[in-house]
């Protein structure tokens, strides 16, 4: 199935460049794989080629370009895809219409000096853990926390996993319950979570809902 992650890359005119990554999220190894020697993640630190193209991209270059580019020539694989989702995008537009909550577990977005912030993404679709809910929408709809790091590992991540899991097992009860109505149940969600995040970690609810409305995305 794969460990799928979305990266941005930042350009010079302060849009993003999306890229695919169908491993990237396996360890949020991406932090520390993508660098000014390897830009998509690769072994090879004699890339030329991939500095080449983000160098392009960074520039403004667009996707349908793209192939041209890389026609012709026995590439080294990467882990993140050289050939762009979509070019001259927000943050906010592509955490609203491209990351899927579901099924991409990590945001990356990398500067243009490669300063990597990782996110782990947290859904919010209840329908597997209510009976009455039958489907939640997966595009924008969730929340993006920052990962703690030490030695170069990260911290807490997968207890935090398990606690959004289980907050979500409690919400779907009580929809079922009737304790809670769907909008109701979303802000406990979103509160409960905010509160187990607390101060370590940064948590963006990119929804404009108050009180979790997180402004203009920004990179932590």
């Known amino acids: 199935m794969g460990h799928r992650a979305l990266v941005a890359y930042e350009r010079t005119d302060g849009q993003y460049t999306l ?18 020697e ?5 072994e090879d630190t004699n890339s030329t080629w991939a ?14 370009a793209v192939e041209g580019y890389l026609a012709g020539e026995d590439r ?13 995008l927000t943050l906010d ?5 491209h990351l899927d909550f579901l099924h ?37 709809n969730g929340a993006l926390a920052t990962v ?6 990260p911290v807490g991540d997968g207890h ?18 009737g304790v809670f109505t769907p909008s109701t149940a979303r802000q406990y969600l979103k509160r409960k979570l905010a509160e187990r995040v607390g101060d370590r970690q940064e948590l963006l609810i990119p929804t404009g809902e108050p009180p979790f409305n997180s402004g203009t995305f920004s990179p932590a």
């Open 51 to 64: 500095k080449q193209l983000l160098a392009e991209l960074v520039d403004g270059l667009e996707a349908d």
């Open 104 to 140: 991409h577990e990590a945001f990356v977005v990398a500067s243009t000096t490669f300063e990597v912030t990782v996110y782990r993404t947290l859904w919010f679709g209840l329908q597997y853990d209510s009976e009455t809910v039958e489907q939640g929408e997966t595009v924008g």
């Open 160 to 177: 935090l996993q398990g606690q959004f899991a289980a907050l979500k097992d409690v919400v779907g009860d009580m929809l079922d319950k």
């Open 76 to 88: 080294p694989s990467t882990v993140v895809e050289p050939k762009p989702r979509a070019t001259g």
């Open 19 to 36: 890229h695919y990554s169908h491993w990237g999220a396996a360890d949020l190894k991406l932090k520390h794989r993508i660098t000014a």
């Open 93 to 97: 537009e592509i955490v609203a219409d």
């Open 38 to 42: 390897t830009p998509f993640g690769g």
């Open 148 to 153: 703690r790091w030490y030695d170069g590992e």
